[in-house]
């Protein structure tokens, strides 16, 4: 076990590595950052001077290495656009990306486990094709047209919900909707096929010719053993929703990590764009890192395997 | 060692995306063709594929007038059922005068030209992966493991929205980023068929007679684990066509005056409104489209693997 | 049953969680527009910086000219120049400008203003070190001297006639005992002013509240403000902001598209109201020795161009109200500023396509165009050229990146606008683009002396003739297409008393609720 974890750790550090690289390098090479630092109207004299302050005439590999010498001693730069240090931008926008990660989270899981639970038990019946309807249609609606959708019905329409901000909970209600609702049909198909697949064991079979009441059977054996592969794609749904509230935040000028996102990339801000690419993809790295020990540590063949 | 670097959530992204591997081998031709007439959903999907692609092939001929052809003087009229809508524009005009229906039919060549280009792009470096590791396994293995964990590490729509920020967005561009970011499913699934596969007699006989790695790779494995592409491809042909539809909405996807179905919605958001029928159309007909493919794409899966239907 | 309530005890702890850190995000104050004399707005952009000098946006000078004061102010109506924090000025010789300075100025920390925040300020921010992002706004100033207490000035490094005009503009001044201690960071993190509003709580990136500053000198051109307090918040997606205004969430928002506006007008509980602007559109062609399309160096190439553009239906069906076509590239109220003998290029297709045939196009022409905003208007260019024959790749890019391109000569065909920071006089706009700059891609040496001719005389009359030679050289070799200005439209409560200028700049200080 220890051996497993050692190794995965190291694996989860490569790739955290390879992560940051690439993403610097993408950035650094698509665009030339004087040229957005210097601004509107800004002459060839001056666009050279702003290189040159900002070390940026200096070797890709070379900024490279002192940047992640940097990170690696707590300093993660100043933000070229807001001017400020970016640890504590990304931090001051973390809360609101989290709340919305995982009440979006939730907002699924509460979706999706009693109809997953439901679809498994009455297979093939209407209600599992409804649900499976539901799925695949929650997956055709893009996010944004459906987030547009519930801003005319719930904002213009009804005026029950505000539209923009992060005030209250209120600004939170549609935003969650809008993210969570295209992450339930993964969690919904895997909690179903995980229960046809436990129904059909034979510890289930006995307990039910024991004559245990179906309730305590599929909450007592089944849910629980389906619910295993449910808890390692919920810790790495949580890093998908944290980056796809890119568009979300947008809409709902929700003032996260994703809409600081798309600033950054709009006007170039390479040290917070690196960050924040860096820190979901520590985040994913993380996530899938615990939910694999927590999966080895329950079931022994994967250590193995 | 290899199985070490493998995440669980390939798991999820195996049983989302394709068939038990057991049902490669039992599904021959005319098993698979008697039961997929028995799923509905995949008749209705194909259905709706069918009609899509037939309006994108015939756009020219059913479109009454030129897609591109502006009149400043014609700008936003609604569609006939609407009591200002005419007959000439039988969905309107959007806001340059541009007929709608014109651009809804070159709309769907479009989306489904982005959606087959990216998966087949996709596919063919997933799959290249996913042989190798699965074939070869070690270091092999290892190497395209760790490439698959980078690649899921990174959020697509942020890699995708910089690039195409900085480089400037094209049809070519898009393709070509979505293309390059999508392969990791196929390289997943591909390499899991694959070590399935790998153990069977033909492949094993195929060996002991001498025949090159690459005959083998392609020759005996490719056929047998296509079942499996062709389910991912379906998938991330939906993904493909939504996440260009994103990048539109966002600017940053196919630049005007190319009628995508993302950048029409994009541009009728400032009309939605008052003029709802600008973004409806479009959203309407992009959902639809990825409903089918959907719905192809699963009632494939369940084909193929008739257990998991249970 | 054991596990379904573990299951409910874990739902129950998350739900907590998440109220927990719903609480941690800080709360806006509860705010309602007229019903508390404030005005909720909205922008589309935030600033990078708040501190004028560090930011390039548009809502950094509107937040910019709130919190701060100039030297000099000009008059929206009228454009005549008042003394702000200078209470008079004098020209001693062409390069040297004397400043009276107002005793009894306040800043917003209590601080006393005097030549020396002048002092401190200007010599600041015109050394290259203070890495001052709009350049061009300051490069021109050599240095700043205290002459007494109240008495300053200022030497430009080379003549410099608009110099008036960027003194009541641009240029603000920072009480300087503050800004030498914080720097540009602390002015953002915590902006300290003398404008007639202070700032009293910033997000970065999130929202700005301004309230009413009751010290604000009484002898200010600029009025006493009325509105207590203005609540920015930055909302990136206009739907956003149109959503907002429409459900009672915003008093003000400004560059509603004209269809938009529109649509808005019908609405009872909003007025919107329009106006012109200083910035103009225009198209650029690269006609430089290595441009990537040889077609733009025939010059009935570019003129087929220029005929194959309606600007009158543009400016009447999606420009909008306000807007005026144009025939030279400035702006009409510019000192400098004429299209008199300029060659005019009226709508004309047919012309158009008989031009590009007999340049060798009769099977028309690809070409590459970059555009950066007022995206519905480039797809209309985009469609008119196709029109005629010319299919066109559109590249729509961030501001940044588009210069990129333009600068490293790899553009064809540019839509461009340009705003001349509100600076009323044409070495702001002309010669940005054809004196040898950065952004010239014509480079024609007789256009470029007479705009040098043009910034760099005393004389008022030399300085024009200079410039109307240039600008018609431009029009008649129809290096570029000039297109229209730009107008503004601006939506808000009905309630709302307002009046809207070419400047793009909305003050706030003379806004009141009806």
């Known amino acids: ?305 | ?310 | 049953m054991v596990w379904q309530g573990r299951w409910m005890m874990a739902g129950k702890w998350i739900v907590g969680f998440v109220l927990a850190l719903g609480v941690f995000v800080a709360p806006l104050p509860a705010s309602a527009g007229k019903a508390d004399n404030s005005i909720r707005f909205a922008y589309d952009q935030a600033p990078e910086n708040v501190d004028p000098y560090f930011n390039n946006v548009r809502i950094g000078v509107i937040i910019g000219q709130h919190v701060w004061d100039t030297l000099i102010y000009r008059d929206p109506q009228t454009n005549e120049y008042k003394g702000q924090l200078a209470e008079s000025w004098k020209q001693i010789d062409d390069r040297t400008y004397e400043f009276m300075l107002r005793q009894g100025v306040t800043f917003h920390n209590g601080d006393e203003f005097d030549a020396d925040d002048v002092v401190y300020t200007l010599n600041f921010v015109s050394k290259p070190e203070s890495k001052v992002v709009t350049q061009t706004n300051v490069s021109w100033i050599d240095k700043a001297e205290k002459i007494d207490k109240y008495h300053v000035r200022v030497t430009t490094k080379k003549v410099f006639p608009a110099a008036i005009e960027y003194f009541a503009g641009p240029v603000v001044i920072h009480p300087h005992a503050y800004y030498e201690k914080v720097g540009p960071k602390g002015q953002n993190e915590k902006p300290v002013g003398s404008g007639p509003f202070k700032v009293t709580a910033y997000s970065p990136g999130k929202s700005i509240t301004l309230e009413r500053n009751p010290a604000y000198f009484k002898a200010s051109p600029k009025a006493q403000a009325k509105i207590n307090r203005i609540d920015i918040r930055f909302i990136p997606d206009r739907q956003t902001q149109l959503a907002e205004i429409l459900s009672d969430g915003l008093d003000f928002i400004m560059s509603v598209p004209k269809d938009q506006a529109d649509q808005l007008q019908a609405v009872p509980t909003l007025q919107v109201v329009s106006g012109e602007t200083m910035r103009i559109v225009f198209m650029q062609m690269n006609i430089l020795d290595n441009t990537p399309a040889p077609a733009l160096r025939d010059e009935r190439v570019r003129r087929a161009i220029n005929h194959a553009i309606d600007r009158e239906a543009m400016v009447k069906n999606i420009v909008g109200a306000g807007s005026r076509p144009l025939a030279t590239i400035c702006f009409p109220t510019q000192v400098g500023c004429t299209d008199e003998g300029a060659a005019r290029y009226a709508y004309d297709p047919a012309k158009a396509k008989a031009l590009l045939a007999e340049a060798g196009f009769a099977n028309g022409l690809d070409l590459d165009i970059v555009a950066y905003r007022e995206r519905n208007q480039t797809e209309a260019i985009i469609g008119y050229l196709k029109a005629v024959g010319i299919r066109t790749n559109l590249r729509f890019l961030q501001y940044a990146a588009l210069r990129d391109v333009i600068t490293s000569g790899k553009a064809m065909l540019t839509h461009q606008t340009w705003g001349s920071f509100s600076v009323n006089d044409t070495s702001a706009s002309t010669p940005n683009y054809f004196a040898f700059r950065a952004e010239d891609i014509t480079r024609d040496e007789t256009v470029r002396d007479l705009l040098n001719k043009g910034d760099n005389s005393v004389d008022l009359a030399t300085r024009k003739d200079a410039y109307k030679g240039a600008l018609k050289i431009i029009a008649d070799k129809a290096y570029a297409v000039p297109l229209y200005s730009l107008p503004v439209y601006y939506a808000a409560a009905a309630a709302l008393d307002f009046k809207a200028y070419p400047d793009e700049l909305p003050r706030f200080w003379e806004m009141r609720y009806k």
């Open chain 2, 1 to 310: 060692m290899p199985g070490l670097i493998r995440a669980s959530v390939w798991h999820e992204m195996t049983i989302a995306a394709a068939p038990s591997p057991s049902a490669a081998e039992d599904s021959a031709a005319t098993g698979f063709a008697h039961r997929a007439v028995r799923e509905p959903a995949l008749m209705i999907g194909l259905a709706l594929i069918g009609v899509f692609v037939t309006l994108a092939v015939f756009a020219q001929v059913l479109a009454t007038h030129d897609p591109y052809a502006q009149d400043l003087t014609r700008r936003t009229i609604p569609p006939l059922w609407y009591a200002k809508g005419n007959w000439d524009h039988l969905l309107g005009t959007d806001p340059l005068g541009r007929d709608y229906l014109a651009r809804l039919l070159f709309g769907a060549r479009i989306s489904l030209l982005i959606g087959f280009c990216v998966a087949a792009l996709a596919g063919v470096i997933g799959t290249v992966m996913g042989l190798a590791a699965g074939y070869f396994g070690g270091k092999v293995d290892i190497a395209v493991s760790f490439l698959v964990t980078t690649r899921l590490a990174m959020p697509v729509i942020l890699v995708a929205l910089a690039v195409v920020a900085l480089i400037g967005s094209s049809l070519v561009v898009v393709i070509l980023v979505l293309g390059l970011l999508k392969w990791d499913r196929f390289a997943v699934v591909i390499r899991s068929a694959t070590q399935q596969v790998r153990s069977l007699d033909y492949v094993t006989a195929a060996e002991a007679i001498g025949a090159s790695r690459w005959r083998i790779l392609f020759g005996e494995i490719l056929p047998n684990v296509a079942p499996h592409l062709i389910v991912v491809a379906t998938l991330e042909m939906a993904s493909a066509i939504l996440l260009e539809a994103a990048l539109s909405f966002l600017g940053l996807g196919v630049q005007p005056p190319l009628p995508s179905w993302g950048l029409m919605i994009s541009e009728a958001k400032a009309y939605m409104f008052f003029s709802f029928w600008l973004i409806a159309l479009p959203g309407g007909a992009l959902a639809v489209l990825i409903l089918a493919i959907n719905l192809v794409g699963d009632g494939l899966r369940d084909v193929l693997a008739p257990d998991g239907r249970g």
């Open chain 1, 1 to 305: 076990m220890a051996r497993f974890v050692v190794t995965r750790l190291a694996l989860a550090l490569a790739v955290a590595l390879a992560v940051s690289i690439i993403a610097f390098l993408l950035l650094r090479l698509s665009g030339d950052v004087a040229t957005a630092l210097a601004g509107e109207g800004a002459q060839q004299a001056d666009i050279e001077a702003v290189r040159k302050i900002y070390g940026l005439d200096r070797p890709v590999i070379v900024q490279y290495g002192e940047w992640l010498w940097r990170v690696m001693s707590g300093d993660f730069g100043t933000s070229l656009y807001f001017k400020t240090d970016v640890a504590s931008l990304v931090l001051s926008k973390l809360p609101t990306t989290l709340v919305l990660g995982l009440s979006s989270l939730v907002f699924s899981l509460l979706i999706a486990i009693p109809l997953g639970i439901i679809a498994a038990l009455y297979r093939n019946s209407l209600i599992d094709r409804l649900a499976l309807g539901l799925a695949v249609i929650g997956q055709a609606l893009p996010n944004f047209f459906f987030a547009l959708l519930l801003i005319m019905v719930f904002s213009i329409t009804l005026r029950w919900l505000p539209v923009s901000g992060s005030g209250t909970w209120k600004h939170f209600v549609m935003p969650t909707i809008a993210l969570g609702y295209y992450a339930a049909p993964a969690f919904m198909r895997l909690i179903r096929a995980g229960m046809i697949e436990v129904l059909s064991a034979d510890y289930v079979r006995t307990a039910r010719a024991k004559g245990l009441p179906a309730r305590l059977v599929i909450f007592k054996h089944a849910l629980r053993n389906a619910i295993v592969p449910v808890v390692a794609l919920t810790a790495v749904q949580l890093g998908f929703l944290l980056g796809g509230s890119v568009v979300i935040e947008t809409i709902f000028a929700l003032d996260g990590l994703g809409y600081l996102a798309y600033q950054s990339i709009a006007n170039k801000d390479f040290p917070v764009m690196q960050v924040v690419v860096l820190l979901l993809s520590l985040v994913y790295v993380g996530l899938t890192l615990m939910a694999d020990i927590a999966n080895a540590w329950l079931d022994p063949r994967i250590r193995v395997a």
